[in-house]
């Protein structure tokens, strides 16, 4: 029997809470027997967190070097220099020899020190992406997004970001029904794509049809139960009782993204879940979902995942 693929969180003195519990609920409770987990510290024992409240490290640094994944949670902004550079080292070795490595929050800060992010993009959390671009003038840090993958390098913003990380790389490795599974269990959605925003405004006043503590979700809860049919702005700006432009405006300013990305997004999910699940051939996939044809599911599939329905269901139906 193969064994699990082995995370490891790095927990850096001054540790954020949430940001470690992303990866410890995600990889450790729900993670088995697909993932072991292990959390380390520069030595094995308490580790103090940005709470103050102590948590326990399993493991010294040392188990960064058979970790196959290793997350380095955000901490305080005054890290210790000489922990902090040691940290650093270690995950650049880890890197080098073929580990993924993955951040959440300040801890991109940890991955830029290591020369990993050189020449990459990256995010961090939004009150901090001004510092990491100072710092780190050879990284492309994109302040707006919830995370970024750059394919053994994944970074995201904070907290809650952490989440979407960790299940983009679950949905990743083991494919769409196991993370929407493990989403279940945890109670959050089971997707938000990478490139929305890190956080969402709404206007303070009433504006056309909409007040203040209206919400579009009742909107989209008809749009998930409709995806085989056109979903243009039109059509769900009627549905709204709203003119598009101003339906627009609110979805936006509601979700942090479009309401033609935010239906094709749904669509993949959905998609990725009946090429796991169902026998069903490709072009009744692609009916159901709203793409019409096995041509255009081929195409949004190499263009967004890198691969075609076919490989796709076979390498998650196989796993």
């Known amino acids: 029997m193969p064994r699990s693929h082995q995370v490891v969180a790095l ?29 380390a510290a520069l030595r094995a024992g308490p580790v103090r967190s ?29 890290p210790d220099p000489a922990a902090f550079a040691r940290s650093a080292r270690a995950v650049a070795a880890a890197h080098a020899r073929g580990a993924r490595v993955l951040s959440i929050c300040t801890g991109a800060f940890v991955l830029a020190e290591a020369g990993i ?5 990256a995010t961090t959390h939004w009150e901090s992406t001004e ?39 679950i949905r990743r490795d083991h494919g769409a029904a196991l993370a929407a599974h493990i989403a279940r269990r945890t109670v959050v959605a089971p997707h938000r794509d990478g490139g929305q925003a890190q956080f969402v405004t ?70 990725q879940s009946l090429l796991e699940t169902t026998d069903l051939p490709v072009e009744h996939v692609a009916q159901r979902t709203g793409f019409g044809s096995s041509t255009t599911l081929r195409t949004h599939f190499g263009r967004r995942l890198a691969t075609t329905p076919t490989a796709y269901r076979r390498a998650f139906r196989e796993r």
């Open 117 to 121: 992010l050189d020449g990459r993009r």
């Open 202 to 271: 709404r206007p303070p006043g009433n504006e056309g049809s909409v007040s203040a503590h209206a919400s579009l979700e009742a909107t989209r809860a008809w749009a998930l139960d409709r995806l085989d049919q056109p979903l243009d702005v039109a059509a769900l700006a009627r549905r709204a009782c709203m003119s598009p432009r101003s339906f627009a405006r609110h979805f936006r300013e509601e979700t942090g993204t479009t309401p033609a990305q935010w239906v094709l997004d749904q669509r993949t999910r959905v998609a």
């Open 11 to 39: 927990a850096l003195d001054g540790v954020v809470l949430l940001d470690l519990a992303a990866p410890t609920h995600l990889f450790g409770h729900c993670g088995p027997p697909h993932y072991s987990f292990t959390l």
């Open 131 to 169: 510092r990491l671009a100072r710092q780190y003038p050879r990284v492309s840090v994109d302040p707006a997004v919830l995370y970024i993958d750059e394919g053994d390098v994944m970074t995201s913003a904070g907290v809650a970001a952490g989440l979407d990380l960790c299940l983009h790389v």
């Open 50 to 78: 940005s709470t103050g409240i102590e948590v326990l490290a399993d493991s010294g640094i040392e188990a960064l070097e058979e970790a196959d994944t290793i997350v380095v949670p955000g901490f305080g902004s005054d």
